[in-house]
């Protein structure tokens, strides 16, 4: 018997990859619209355009999509931070931007221009996949500053260095996890330069 | 005319304060038990065996209940804590002590115990007169300390007092405000520590 020539696959990664990307650009304009909590997968088919069954073919829930959401969102947040570090050579410095950038960027996408804070109280309440990579990265960004400084002889080295990392991860978190942002407003504006000057301070050799 | 001899006033003074205080605690055992957003005055009425006109000649909502009952919860915070300073004379110790007392007896009198979450969310957010009194005064507090070891030798005299006060109190907020404290359960064991250790560093001459 002649073996049977294989079907050819359709190449759908990169329309995958495309179609996912469209969901997910509209999904973000509509929930910093109306909401996240609020609105259903039906909601989201009718402004895509899309049916719902189709936008199933691509995310198995709204969870998902906000997912897909909050893991941009939080890569935009770094990338702008990374930048503004990346032009300073000064481990002092790098801190400072560091805490502040993290701050406004937070506040600016989470809160005003794109008012995602719904889907980032969610992924910050359940601990989403993309909430604990962020923090373990935010992490490891904190302890290469606090290393290059070590090395440079701007920063003390008797404390251990798991030790002055978790205590100084845990002064910026209120002024990058959204759900202590929302209670902080009034201190945005002052705090990571106050914040930075103390962690500072406290790093000196 | 004969003047009319003055009406002896009724001496409601004491007797007031007997009835308020009683109402006050029926109503922290309620308010604990159910709730306070919930509870109305007639449930409070009803569940104290007053009449509810009776509880309005005493206090004129129950927002003021709630006020009252939130002033005594604080007023019980700060003597715990005020108590286990006393007891060193090293300023740095008190520190360590303040940081930790407040955290442990927010957490136990409005989370555990007492269950006064709601009111303390409302005092917070609403930002009752009791709230900023007490946030002066754990403030002016903080300051004594500092300046306590300023004079002794043990902390740095380099950075002005009221930017170092500020710093501290912005880096003990999130463990006293219980609108920050709810989002930090997973902290609360070691933050207190690790944060009086960095503030300490920060504050070695």
């Known amino acids: 018997m002649k073996k049977a020539a ?3 696959q359709p190449a759908r990664g990169p329309i995958d990859h ?3 990307d469209q969901i997910v650009t509209a999904a973000t304009e509509h929930f910093s619209r109306y909401g996240y909590e609020k609105t259903t997968v039906s909601d989201l088919a009718k402004a895509v355009g899309f049916s719902k069954a189709y936008i199933y073919k691509f995310f198995e829930s709204k969870q998902a999509i906000g997912e897909m959401i909050c893991a941009n969102c939080l890569r935009e947040i770094e990338a702008e931070v990374m930048a503004a570090i990346a032009e300073t050579d000064q481990p002092s410095e790098k801190l400072r931007r560091m805490f502040k950038g ?3 960027a937070t ?5 005003r221009d794109r008012k995602l804070y719904e889907i980032a109280a969610s992924a910050a309440t359940e601990r989403w996949a993309a909430v604990v990579a962020y923090e373990e990265r935010v992490q490891a960004l904190l302890k290469e500053i606090l290393q290059e400084g070590r090395q440079s002889g701007d920063f003390e080295r008797k404390t ?3 030790e ?5 991860y845990l002064v910026m978190r209120p002024y990058f996890n959204p759900l202590l942002l929302q209670h902080s407003f009034d201190y945005t504006d002052a705090a990571p330069g106050q914040l930075s000057g103390l962690v500072l301070r406290s790093l000196s050799p």
């Open 102 to 104: 993290f701050t406004e």
């Open 160 to 162: 251990p260095l798991d």
């Open 6 to 8: 294989p079907t050819p």
């Open 164 to 168: 002055t990392a978790a205590a100084i």
């Open 18 to 20: 495309e179609v996912r």
């Open 107 to 111: 506040l600016r996408l989470l809160f």
